[in-house]
C-alpha cells in the first residue's frame, strides 16, 4: 500500500505535469470524439482520465445553467475526479480495467449510484432526495468494472415521463431541460439529460432507458444513435421502474461503434432482474464484432408502411424515402410493404396501459422498499401523489401546476392477479410479437424492418424487442417554429433519425445494418448544434494546468 501510495504521488506529478511531456499527436474534438478516439489517446498518453473529466466538467458548466441553460445535467460526481486518478495510475502501470478503462459516462438519473459516492438517484424527482440505494445499478456495476468513469447524473422527463401531464425533459429537480439544436426546442424524452449531454460531447457516452420511445426519441430527435435492447438484455435492477415487462437500459451516444461498445459492457444475465435469465446465449456476443461495411449487402429489409403513412411531416418523408435508395444501393433488398398485421388494433388498444399503470403501481413500491433510507418518508404510489401535492412550490410549478394524471390512473389498478391485467399482457405480445413485428418479419423473410423512428417504439415497446435508431436528417431551414409549450416542438434544424426493428435477441444484425448505413451517408456531422450550445473547452485547455476551477472541493491538488 505504501509503494502503492508511493507510486500514486509520483504518477500524479506526471500526469500534472508540463504538455510538453505529452506526444505531438492531435487532440480529439470532444464535441464528436470517439470511444476509438479517446482510447488511444489515453493509450498514448496524450491526455489523462483526470483531464478528460475536467474537460467535461467545463462543457457541463459551460452550457447548463449558464448560456444556453440546457439544463441537461442534474448532479456531477463528487468523486469523478478522484477515480479517474486512480484509473490513470492503473493505466500506467499497464492495468486495464476493461473496453472502457479512464472514459467517462453520464447516467440517467433513474439508474442508481451508490450514495457514498456523492450522487443522488431519484428519476428527477424530490420524493426521493437524498435517498440511499442498496448499490449500483447493475448496469452501472457493470460499467465500472469495464473501467468506466461515473461523470454525473442526466436530467430526465421526471419518472421517466410517467406522471401525465409533464413536458418532456421536465423533472422537479432539473428543470426543463431543452434541445442543442434549436433555442428553448423540446429535447424529446424521457432520456432528455442523456441525449442532450451526449449531442453536444458533455460526456463520452451516456446511457438511458426505454420504456416506450424514451431511448429512441430522444436519440432521434438529439442526431444521435441510441440502442433500446429487447427487454431483458440489460439488468433493470437498480432501476427506477416503470414495468418490468417494458422497462429497458441501453446507450444514448454518436456513433453505432461507441453504441455497440457500451451495449457489450452493459448486456448480460443478472439473478436480481430474471428477465435477463431468459436470454438465449451463455453471454451476450460482443456488438463491435457485427461492426461490418457490408451488411447491408444481401439483408431483406421491410417497410411496414401501415405504421408509417400519415404519421410523419413531409421532410421526415422524403428523407425516409432517399433512406431506402442508400439501403438499396448498399446491396439490400427492400420489401414495401411488409405491414405489421395488428398496425390498426395496436393504435386503438388500451392494453399497454393497463399493464404500465398496473406494474408501476406495484413495482415503483418494490423499488423504494428495496432502498436503505428515504428521507421523505414515501413508501407507495399514494405517498408519491400526496407529495407531490404538498409540495406544489418543488413539484407543481408553473406550468405544471397538478400534473399527476398518469399517477392518478396508475393508483387506481388493483394488482397484476387481476383477470384484466393478464388479458392486457398476453394481448400485448400478441399484438407486438405474434400478429405483429414477428408476423411481418416472417411473411417476408425479413432481417429487420425500417421506418422513420418517430414511429418506432410502439409496436417494439408492447413486444419487448430491440431497436436501433441512427441520424437520418434535419427539419429545413424553412420549418416554422412552433410556439413554446413550454418548448418548441417543431423548428429548422431539429434532427431526426432512422430506425432499424427487429425481433427479441436481433440487435447483433440491427448494429451491423445501422453501421453500414451509417458509414454510409454519416449524417450527423451534416449539421451542429447551435453556436452558443456548442461547449468550447477543450482537452487543450485543461492539459497539464493546475488549480482548473472546480464547482466543489477536491481532495487533491491536480
Ligand atoms: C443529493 O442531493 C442533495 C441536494 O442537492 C445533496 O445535498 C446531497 O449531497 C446529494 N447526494 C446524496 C448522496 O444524497
Ligand atoms: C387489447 O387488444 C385486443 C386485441 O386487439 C382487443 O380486442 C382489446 O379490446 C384490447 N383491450 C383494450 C383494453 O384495449
Ligand atoms: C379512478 O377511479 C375512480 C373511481 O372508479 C374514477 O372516478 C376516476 O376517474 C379514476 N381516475 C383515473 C385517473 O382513472
Ligand atoms: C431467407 O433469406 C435469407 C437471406 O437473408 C436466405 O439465405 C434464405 O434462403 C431465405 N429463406 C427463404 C425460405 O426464403
Ligand atoms: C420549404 O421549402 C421546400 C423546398 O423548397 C418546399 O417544398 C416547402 O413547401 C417549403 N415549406 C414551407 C413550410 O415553406
Ligand atoms: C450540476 C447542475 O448544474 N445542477 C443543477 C441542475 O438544475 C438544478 C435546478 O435548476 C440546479 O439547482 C442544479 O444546480
Redesign the pocket.
Known sequence: MRLLGFTFLAVLGVVSGAPASFGPHALPDLYEASLAELKTGLARRDFTSVDLVKAYFARIDEVNLKGPTLRAVLEMNPSALKEAALLDVEGLLGISRGPLHGIPVLLKDNIATVASEGMNTTAGSFTLLDSVPPRDATVTAKLRKAGAIILGKANLSEWAHFRGGLASGWSGRGGQATNAYFPNADPSGSSSGSAISASIGLAAATLGSETDGSIISPSSKNNLVGIKPTVGLTSRAGVVPISSNQDTVGPIVRSVSDAALVLSAIAGKDPLDSFTLAQPFAHPPDYTLALRRGALK???IGVPRTSITGRVSAPVADAFESALDVLRALGATIIDPANLPSAAEISRSGNESIVLNTDFKVEVAQYIAGLKRVPTGVKTLADLIAFDDAHPDLEEVEPFYTSQSTFLAAENTTGKSTPAYIAALAANHDLGRTRGIDAALLAS?L?ALVLPSNVAPGPAAIAGYPIVTVPLGFLPDNTTATAANPTIATAPGLPFGLAFMGTAWSEFALVGLAFDYEQATMNRLKRLAFEAAIPKTQLKDVIGKKGFPLPFPFPFDL
Do not use: E, P, V
Open positions: 444481401g439483408a431483406r423473410n432481417t
